[in-house]
């Protein structure tokens, strides 16, 4: 019994290390690619922008930070904003932010008189406005006075239906966890989704800064407020399902590495793995839809998604027998998952010239003990849309009015 083990420990660990080598090897070929690509730094033809930002709950102080971001933009074309206020608790404490913004030409407040969700709050201003690009903003994100600029210059590209700017952590000095999630978002945008961008199909075009063509949006927002899992309701994972939905159309969904933007993340552990799990249990619902299309968009987003969804099950068995075996021989495995740790650096050191992305291998000590668990937990609980100490409010039917309620407007 002891050899049988032994034998399927070491076969499912090699496995897993030539699932993830492969990939990573792969990964960083293809990403040095996009990144050598040219690409446009301003539109030729300056299409007017919409700026959709959902609020709910925010922090006044970072609503402000990223209202003046984008009041920053160097853009030429006309750029109107909307803040959608989602029902917030805190309204009168915002308030003050709101008559600020309101005093600036094409600016508009909607106040939301329910917390309706994410989806329902951008539809509420996309309905009510035309111009030809609809570019999505967190409201605790600041964005490069270049970023729309660049991010508006990718949809020239008339196959282009949605394009991406990196995101890094705004609040990255805080902590030890700000700086490994600082890290991992700079892997997740220039290493992950630069290499889907070469073949034209981002998985997942982030929602704290991401545009989209709206002749685009206009062809799937009824299907992306009306997201449903296992006959319920879907509240959340928005950004993964719309991005599935472009990819849908068939138009191509693009990385811009050089359009920057810089979001809160979570300072403490607990918060941060509440994201994760919501963020795992989308990846798992939503993977089903986007398989069938990825043959057709190339053999390596076929890889792409068999890594995401194998490698932490070889991972997750690796360290199950490992377990069993009461950690024998365990100098090994650990080694092995230290030279796959540094994989994952490597690329961020040689782009960065910084032995600082050294740093990221401790992401790697999370997976094992924090992340795996976590994954696991997803695909336990995928039907599960409860966001944690965030409420949401209760599915609903919403149809999205026109004009939008209590929408207020700048000179």
């Known amino acids: 019994m002891t050899a049988t083990l032994d034998l399927l420990l070491r076969w499912v660990f090699l496995a897993y290390l030539l699932l993830v080598g492969s990939y990573l090897i792969l990964q960083t070929v293809f990403a040095e690619r996009a990144h050598r690509r040219t690409t446009p730094s301003r539109s030729s033809t300056l299409p007017t922008v919409d700026v959709v930002i ?50 600036r030409k094409g ?102 800064f991401s545009a989209y063509r709206r002749s685009v949006l206009e062809r799937t927002l009824d299907d992306y407020l009306n997201q449903t899992f296992r006959n319920r309701p879907s509240t959340h994972g928005e950004d993964r399902h719309l ?5 849908g159309t068939g138009m191509r969904t693009v990385y811009v590495g050089a359009a920057r933007a810089a979001t809160v993340v979570p300072e403490r552990l607990k918060p941060f793995l509440r994201q994760q799990l919501r963020w795992n249990r989308c990846v798992y619902r939503d993977m089903a839809a986007i398989l069938p299309r990825l043959p057709a968009r190339g053999f390596y987003l076929v890889l792409d998604a068999v890594v995401q969804l194998l490698a932490p099950a070889l991972l997750a068995a690796t360290l199950v027998l490992l377990t069993v075996r009461g950690f024998s021989g365990f100098g090994y495995y650990g080694s092995g998952l230290a030279l796959v740790a540094l994989g994952h650096c490597a690329y961020g050191v040689w782009r960065t010239r910084s032995l600082g992305f050294l740093s990221f291998a401790l992401y790697g000590l999370m997976h094992v003990v924090l992340l795996i668990p976590v994954r696991v937990h997803a695909l336990l609980t995928l039907s599960d849309d409860r966001w944690g100490q965030r409420a949401t409010a209760p599915p609903r039917a919403f149809v999205p009015s026109r004009p939008p309620l209590d929408a207020q407007s700048g000179d």
């Open 107 to 208: 600016n508009r407040v909607i106040l939301l008189p329910a917390n309706m969700g994410k989806r329902h709050a951008q539809a509420q201003a996309i309905v009510d406005s035309d111009g030809e690009v609809v570019i999505s903003v967190d409201s605790d994100t600041e964005i490069d006075p270049d970023g729309v600029r660049r991010l508006v210059a990718a949809l020239d590209d008339p196959t282009v239906g949605a394009a991406m700017g990196e995101m890094r952590a705004a609040n990255a000095s805080v902590n030890w966890l700000t700086r490994i999630i600082d890290r991992r978002y700079w892997y997740a945008c220039n290493q992950e989704r630069a290499a889907q961008s070469l073949f034209g199909s981002v998985l997942c075009c982030s929602g704290p």
């Open 54 to 103: 959902p609020c709910y709950n925010e922090d006044p102080a970072e609503l402000a930070a990223c209202l003046d971001s984008i009041a920053r933009q160097d853009y030429a074309g006309e750029i109107r904003v909307h803040v959608v206020d989602d029902g917030s608790p805190n309204r009168a404490e915002l308030e003050p932010v709101y008559q600020k913004f309101r005093r």
């Open 243 to 247: 991005t599935n939905l472009v990819l």
